[in-house]
T-cell receptor, first 109, second 115 residues
Framework: GQQVMQIPQYQHVQEGEDFTTYCNSS?????IQWYKQRPGGHPVFLIQ?????EVKKQKRLTFQFGEAKKNSSLHITATQTTDVGTYYC?????????FGKGTKLSVKP | DTGVSQNPRHKITKRGQNVTFRCDPI?????LYWYRQTLGQGPEFLTY????????KSRLLSDRFSAERPKGSFSTLEIQRTEQGDSAMYLC?????????????FGPGTRLTVT
């Protein structure tokens, strides 16, 4: 299965700044999931997007699925040190998940 | 703790030795997945089971790798004749097929170091 491409690969922000990571696919996606992996930890599910143009919010996190269902984004408002980790957009292929390289976020206090 | 558990958490072995890892999924979950993660990369799918049936295997899963889930509960992943390239974190995840929840729940992983 084809990975989705994610940018940037790394992002360093000052605490309080906003952060956005973008995910792009060359093919139409039936759904996109987002996972977060803290340093030394395991991936934890954040959300799944299914509908074209869908926008979902979780506190300071805003997830979007593009109208063409080929791209997605995660935006974090006013980052905190607890946001540190790698954020993956993930394509689900039949039963399994296809992870990209993710965006590694570091937050300077 | 009712999450996914994996044992051992760390394993150091010499090249050529066989190793076996165990995963205990969330008790009511019928699907169980194995992934491998190397430094700086996202997890890569290896194989998954629905109950005791192994439904899919990645091309990454060479003939030195075998996974079982004999009673549809815990699973084992065995690597025979380990190579240095097998050094990685091996992650197990579980889910409940047929529900509205799409998420997979990951365990803490087994870190394998082949010397």
């Amino acid at each position: 299965g084809q990975q989705v491409m994610q940018i940037p690969q790394y992002q360093h922000v000052q605490e309080g700044e906003d952060f956005t990571t973008y995910c792009n696919s060359s093919t139409t996606l039936s759904n996109i999931q987002w996972y977060k992996q803290r340093p030394g930890g395991h991936p934890v599910f954040l959300i799944q997007l299914v509908k074209s143009g869908e926008v979902k919010k979780q506190k300071r996190l805003t997830f979007q699925f593009g109208e063409a269902k080929k791209n997605s984004s995660l935006h974090i408002t006013a980052t905190q040190t607890t946001d540190v980790g790698t954020y993956y957009c993930v394509r689900r292929s039949q039963g399994n998940l296809i992870f990209g390289k993710g965006t590694k976020l570091s937050v300077k206090p | 703790d009712t999450g996914v558990s994996q044992n051992p958490r760390h394993k150091i072995t010499k090249r050529g030795q066989n190793v076996t890892f165990r995963c205990d999924p969330i008790s009511e979950h019928n699907r169980l997945y194995w992934y491998r993660q190397t430094l700086g990369q996202g997890p890569e799918f290896l194989t998954y089971f629905q109950n005791e049936a192994q439904l899919e295997k990645s091309r990454l899963l060479s003939d030195r790798f075998s996974a079982e889930r004999p009673k549809g509960s815990f699973s084992t992943l065995e690597i025979q004749r380990t190579e240095q390239g097998d050094s990685a974190m091996y992650l197990c995840a579980s889910s409940l097929a047929g529900t509205s929840g799409p998420e997979q729940y990951f365990g803490p992983g087994t870190r394998l170091t082949v010397t």
